[in-house]
């Protein structure tokens, strides 16, 4: 059974930044795609981005892109988060997710998801 575990959330001021780290256990051989997404208070889970199980593919959403950089490395199964010049908005829980294929959406897309890390942003 394969699970995910996110590191790496806490408290940051703005302008400054976080790495998360998503670690993949027990079966990870069918090399799944890896999503990151969040969720604040009363708001729906957002996609933020993903990255392909080769790495190759990487997307981002809009509100993210130039500030955030997706990477992973498949020999450790884990997948990281770097968030640079970070602002208020983007406290949230944060969450992995293995996917069959890379998708900012919650779909069908998402095979399973890691417990969150939080991450709050604030002065």
């Known amino acids: 059974q394969l699970q995910l575990v996110e590191s790496g959330g806490g408290f940051v001021q703005p302008g400054g930044s ?3 780290t998503c670690a ?3 079966f990870t051989r069918n090399g799944y795609a ?4 969040r969720q604040a208070p009363g708001k729906e889970r957002e996609g933020v981005s993903c990255i392909s199980s080769s790495g ?3 997307n981002y959403a809009d509100s993210v892109k130039g500030r955030f950089t997706i990477s992973r490395d498949n020999s450790k199964n884990t997948v990281y988060l770097e968030m640079n ?3 208020p ?3 949230a829980v944060y969450y992995c997710a293995a996917e069959y294929y890379c998708s900012l959406y919650v779909s069908n ?3 399973s998801w890691g417990q969150g890390t ?3 942003v604030s002065s």
């Open 18 to 20: 976080l790495r998360l």
């Open 56 to 58: 190759g593919r990487t």
């Open 89 to 91: 908005e983007d406290t």
């Open 109 to 111: 897309a998402v095979h």
């Open 24 to 26: 993949a256990s027990g």
């Open 85 to 87: 010049s970070l602002k």
């Open 34 to 37: 890896i999503g990151w997404f």
């Open 118 to 120: 939080q991450v709050t």
